[in-house]
């Protein structure tokens, strides 16, 4: 998120919620504190100043960090929110928005993350097992 107003409220918000928060403003900012920690989501606003969200979302897929993302979007714009979860943005948030909203989205990302990954433990661990497969046991 490039707008401090915005970071701040979110950081509260998030911190209050016992969430720990990490903030960027930029983006070279964000690629730098993903470089050392590997946060639980992000928060990424689609409208920034030096790159559109969209472009960041692709650089974290190219990545293959596999955190999951909220997408941020004061607009509305619902060709930019498509773009965003066909983009890999597991969910997005109207801005302004209520702190259980907030709060809400990104508990269900952590969540869904959270499961997806064990989902790929399993099949990684016995990858003879498929979505339709089942056990005789």
């Known amino acids: 998120e490039d707008d401090e107003t ?11 919620a016992g969430f720990a928060v990490l903030r960027a403003g930029k983006v070279e900012e964000a690629q730098e504190l993903l470089a050392r920690q590997r946060p639980a989501v992000i928060l990424l ?4 100043p030096e790159i559109s969200g969209l472009d960041l979302l692709g650089w974290l897929k190219q990545q293959r960090l596999n955190i999951p993302v909220v997408m941020m979007t004061a607009s509305g714009d619902q060709q930019s929110v498509w773009a965003a979860m066909e983009g890999g943005a597991l969910d997005y948030v109207l801005k302004p928005f209520t702190p259980n909203t907030l709060i809400m989205r990104v508990r269900k ?3 869904a993350s959270r499961e997806a990954a064990a989902i790929r433990r399993n099949f990684t661990q016995d990858p003879s097992r498929t979505a339709g497969s089942r056990s005789n046991a």
Not at 6 to 16: C, F, G, N, V
Not at 45 to 48: A, K
């Open 45 to 48: 606003d689609i409208q920034m």
């Open 109 to 111: 990302a952590i969540v």
């Open 6 to 16: 915005i970071r701040e409220l979110a950081d509260l918000i998030l911190s209050q």
